[in-house]
């Protein structure tokens, strides 16, 4: 039964909506430990690490179904760009790339070249494109990206509407026009290292055209697994030396090994239904998100394993560099009882709710309850706002009940969550069809929509935009959930991870 569930989130989760609700589930199938003895390293193999390798999946990036080779493949395939660790793009097959309207132009890196030794053409770019656009892995990393067309300076893609933060979009694999057309075959790539070897015994070798330099991990061994339970023990009993948990499943796992923390784009937030006549009232929201402590919500119901927010925005991101919110992460009670008296809510019923003279505060949470971090967060929340009489009543629902419940907006508030694309877009809460149902939506349109255009269409500031986020509360942010990169003892050097790319340091990773 449980793999049973597994596999239905899995194929779920691949649509656009449950993109957004994915407030239980893994995005993709992850295999499970398989029992196959790990190959003896001869004394001379120094430079040689083992990842693990998904069982019957290949290493095609466009339609690779497991994660485990899906985080292969920033090894096998560079992007126009790479995300560093505060989400910015840096070049790798672009040599320089420009955002103007609705059009996004790319110059490429002469130095780029293909694992045969042919140089990346735009028509490997446009190709490439192509494929990201119809998989279902890679889709949701460019919203608004509608076209690409090659050129002889590059080249040049359309967007369906301004995004100023484009290019941190472009970290699609690349690879070779026309070697991506079967499920099993291996295309091309340009990456830093080139697989050696059919599947599944395969062997991955440095690349010495590779853009990111000369790599201490000289050879690389793929280690078959065949599912998701184990694989910490896995890499804690030396059957490979690398594993990412996103920690998506709300388990965390404490494994014998070098650990990183990985800042992600998975944004938890708190959805008000506009149906409820209370969360049409401003203050109301306002005075929810005022309330609530971010910080004891991340230690209470994610076990320290998140990043407090009270804006959308990763608060990592480059851009939210200078940025500030009015709303404090550790909660201000006496600030939020200011916003509900002056707003009427001055009584105390018979019921102990807060009320107005024709409202109290009461309402109901949905939240899945197949996912611990969410339940904990839920019962957090619900023990926050009863500390200012708002009552709040808890439902949980299996993780097919929750997600249809939403989406028919049987809710009066539920807990989310949404994997944000590279250049943080919010059209899934703001646009008319936007697939979180969360933002509160009045007569006039959806809460906060209008500024939101215009910040995309480089009209308003990030700051003035997030003012007026503090001030309508639309919904509300709660935190952004880290993952876990887990290396072996043996992994020495500068170990860095990032959500899009496990092994972003690995020219620094020294083995011992």
Known sequence: MKQTMKRLLAAVLAGVLLLALAACSQETVKPEQHTVTKPQQQADQSDTITLPLAHNDGLNPYTAKSTVNQALMPLLFDGLYQLDEAFEPRPLVAASGAVSGKTVTVALNPAACFSDGSAVTADDVTYSFRKAKNSAYYSA??????????????????????????????????VKQNTAEKDDELPIGCGRYYAEGQLPNTVLKASESALHGAASVREIQLYEVAETDGMPYGLEIGNYDFWYDDLSDGEYRRVNSGVSVVETTNLVYLAFNSEKSIFTEEPVRQAVSVLLSREDLVSAGFQGHATASALPFQPKWSAMENVVSAVSLSGDRDKALNILKAAGYTKINGYGYRASTTKSLAT?????????????????IKAQLEKINFHVRIIE????????AIAKGDFEMYLGEIKLPANMNLSAFFSASGAAHAAVRTEEGTVCQAEYNALRAGELSLQKFCTAFDEQAPFVPLCFRTGLAMTARSIGGTVIATASDGFYSIESWQVK
Request: contains cysteine; positive net charge; charged residues 15%.
């Open 141 to 174: 990393r460019l919203p608004g990206f509608s076209s690409a067309s090659a050129s002889a300076d590059g080249v040049t893609f359309a967007l369906s509407a301004n995004d100023p933060y484009a290019l941190s979009c472009l970290n699609f694999p690349i």
């Open 364 to 380: 109901n949470l949905v939240v899945c309850k197949d996912n611990a971090f969410k339940r904990a967060c839920a019962a957090a």
């Open 397 to 404: 629902l299996g993780y097919k009940d929750y997600t249809a």
